[in-house]
């Protein structure tokens, strides 16, 4: 194996070990009385803040050249993105870590969907077939009712707060699929954490008690978030997207519910039905179809 290429998959196992730690923070995070709301606005908040010296040169370089079209795509991008923290994130509340992360990283199959419908654009007869288990996995995951309990209190609810999280990110895909062509990976980032950093805060100052103080624990746990599968699992799947092939990116989006249910198992004891693991083995082959295809690659993954 050559040098670079190694390389390349080292980061790719990097990202998606750190991007499958997500769910588990949440979890602990949750575990200290956070809200969902204001875990998702923090750790946006916290990505923004440190990603903000880094990109502010080229920002400062480019926003006057940015189109208002563009700036609003921008800015619906970070609405998007807001939607699919503050959904994924409450949905860890009601259903399963397995279940969640499995349903949030759907988004191939939507978009495969959407350039379908929407973008009129011929696809692979892969990516049909992609779509197709797909949705019969999520189909069957979401019916399933087992994990009841402390792990999964109300799992049609929380397998539903996953699916809308999974329509958000891949409305970012999306978005972000077609200002990428026109502006940096930094400034559409930048742009888009922040603005969904500033919703996320202004719907935790509307709805979360003026008296709820945060612990020092929780701090540092959505702190962890944006150092971590944010920051680092984002950077590096945008590294690695450009160097491998469609189907190593493809197998390295799996990576991310494997690894969530696996260290949800360990940590946190939560086990699998029957039924769960065919709806599992389903939706992991669809989003393996749907998101081999070149036009899918090449699109930076929203890191959980």
């Not at 956070?34 to 400062?60: C, D, E, K, M, Y």
């Not at 860890?92 to 969907?113: D, F, H, K, R």
């Not at 779509?131 to 087992?146: H, N, T």
Request: hydrophobic share 60%; glycine share 8%.
């Amino acid at each position: 194996m050559s040098s670079p290429r190694a390389l390349t998959y080292a980061v790719l196992v990097l990202a998606v070990a750190v991007v499958s730690t997500a769910s588990i923070l949440v979890r602990y995070a949750q575990a200290e009385g956070t809200p969902s709301i204001v875990i998702a606005a923090l750790r946006l908040a916290f990505a923004t803040l440190v990603l903000t010296p880094i990109a502010w040169p080229r920002v400062r370089r480019e926003w006057p050249q940015l189109s208002r079209s563009d700036r609003w795509l921008a800015f619906g991008s970070g609405v998007a993105l807001a939607v699919h923290f503050a959904a994924w994130i409450t949905s860890l509340e009601y259903t399963s870590v397995a279940s969640s992360a499995a349903l949030v990283t759907t988004n191939p199959v939507w978009v495969g969907i959407a350039s379908v419908v929407v973008l009129r654009e011929r696809v692979p007869r892969a990516v049909i077939v992609g779509i197709v288990l797909g949705l019969l996995g999520s189909l069957v995951v979401f019916g399933s009712a087992s994990g009841k309990g402390a792990a999964a209190p109300a799992p049609a609810l929380g397998n539903s707060l996953a699916l809308v999280g999974a329509l958000a990110a891949s409305a970012y895909l999306l978005i972000g699929r077609g200002l990428r062509a026109r502006v940096s990976l930094l400034t559409y980032i930048w742009i888009a954490y922040g603005a969904a950093a500033i919703l996320l805060i202004g719907a935790a100052v509307a709805t979360v008690p003026p008296r709820f103080a945060l612990t020092g624990t929780a701090v540092l746990l959505t702190l962890a978030l944006a150092l971590g599968p944010q920051l680092i699992g984002h950077t590096a799947v945008n590294w690695a997207v450009r160097r491998a092939s469609a189907t190593v990116v493809a197998l390295a989006i799996l990576g991310e519910p494997v690894g969530a249910a696996l260290l949800a198992w360990l940590l946190f004891g939560e086990s699998f039905s029957a039924s769960q693991l065919i709806g599992f083995a389903m939706l992991l082959c669809g989003i393996f179809f749907a998101a081999r295809a070149p036009q899918e690659s090449s699109a930076a993954q929203p890191a959980r």
